[in-house]
Each structure stands twice: as C-alpha cells, then as structure tokens.
C-alpha cells in the first residue's frame, strides 16, 4: 500500500517493536506484525493486531505489572 504519511514510500510486511503506556504500566512488545513504509519507517498495524495489543494491555495491568516485556504472540 501507499503510505499516506509520506505519499512516496510503499508498505512490505515487517515487523516492530511497540510500547505501551498506561498509568504506571509500561508495556513492550517485540516483533509485532506491520506494514512498514520502505521510505519513512511509518508503521501501520492491522485492526486485528491492535485489539490484540490492546487485550494483552488491558491483562497485563490487571495483575498488578509496571513493566512487562514480551514477543508478539496469537493466542
């Protein structure tokens, strides 16, 4: 796909590393599945993956961590 952030660059899957961050939780996770532009590096999630992300955040503050490292995984 295009980027739409820089209009030149085309997206090829990849991965990333994102971190999240709620009140006192910090939460990293490495090697999440994304189209990333070859030109400017803009990262583009799908839906499916973001309310993945978004789950394991919510579990993850829910048992009390301030920080927490883990890799991508479908469960």
């Given at each position: 796909m295009k980027?739409?952030?820089?209009?030149?660059?085309e997206?090829?899957?990849?991965k990333t590393?994102?971190?999240l961050e709620r009140d006192h939780?910090?939460?990293i996770i490495k090697h999440v599945p994304a189209q990333i532009c070859?030109?400017?590096?803009?990262?583009y999630l799908s839906a499916?993956?973001?309310e993945h992300l978004f789950k394991t955040a919510e579990d993850v503050?829910?048992?009390?961590?301030?920080i927490d490292i883990r890799e991508?995984?479908?469960m």
């Open positions: 980027c739409v952030i820089c209009k030149h660059g997206t090829q899957l990849g590393t994102i971190t939780l910090t939460l070859q030109n400017c590096g803009e990262e499916a993956t973001t503050a829910q048992a009390g961590a301030y991508y995984a479908v």
